[in-house]
């Protein structure tokens, strides 16, 4: 195995991981939301800190998650290209689109956000409700971790690309084994590949 690969390898299960505790937090964030709703309609209570803690878990489930979801290839992807091309030419895309377009785009919400956390945390920016979670410093330091899982994904995402395109990896070999798809469909995207 190489370097990249153990590299790639790392940052897949460190985001798995974390894809993992993100959604043991959406079971949580749903049984808080349920509490909440039985306790202001049926008994007339609020606590303001457990109705924003909703919005805390429901922001972090899917910054924190969007590094799990691009591990699992689960973003919206228009696949008008994508879709019908090879293996090869598909690790040929996500190489050029990563390099090109998603890590600049980490490295720029990175830098744009920076003044905002860092100005968040210099005052300990917290809840404008008296009773609220006094941590929005530590909310928005989320948009920093999001971008930075992101990236590392990306980075795998890029180093798998690279490997399959250079004959050293296997990562697309399965890329057709979509569930969604006819048997005729594939069948026909197989015998265009053996015909290149």
């Not at 690790?91 to 860092?118: K, N, Q, T």
């Amino acid at each position: 195995m190489s370097t990249l690969e153990k590299i790639s390898n790392i940052i897949d299960k460190t985001n798995e991981k974390i894809g993992h505790f993100i959604a043991w937090l959406t079971l949580v964030m749903v049984l808080v939301q349920f509490i909440v709703v039985i306790l202001r309609y049926v008994y007339s209570i609020g606590f303001i800190q457990m109705q924003e803690s909703i919005w805390y878990m429901h922001g972090i489930i899917f910054m924190l998650g969007a590094g799990y979801t691009l591990l699992k290839d689960g973003h919206v992807r228009v696949d008008v290209f994508y879709r019908d091309v090879t293996p090869r030419m598909r690790a040929i895309i996500d190489f050029w689109g990563g390099v090109l377009y998603l890590l600049p785009i980490c490295i720029l919400i990175f830098y744009y956000s920076f003044g905002l956390v860092v100005n968040s945390w210099k005052v300990f920016e917290g809840s404008t409700e008296s009773d609220g979670i006094q941590a929005i410093f530590l909310y928005k330091t989320v948009i920093w971790v999001f971008a930075f899982l992101v990236f590392i994904q990306g980075t795998s995402m890029v180093i798998k690309a690279w490997l399959y395109i250079t004959g050293q990896g296997t990562h697309y070999d399965d890329a057709h084994e979509d569930e969604f798809l006819s048997k005729e469909y594939l069948e026909g995207i197989r015998e265009r590949e053996n015909e290149s």
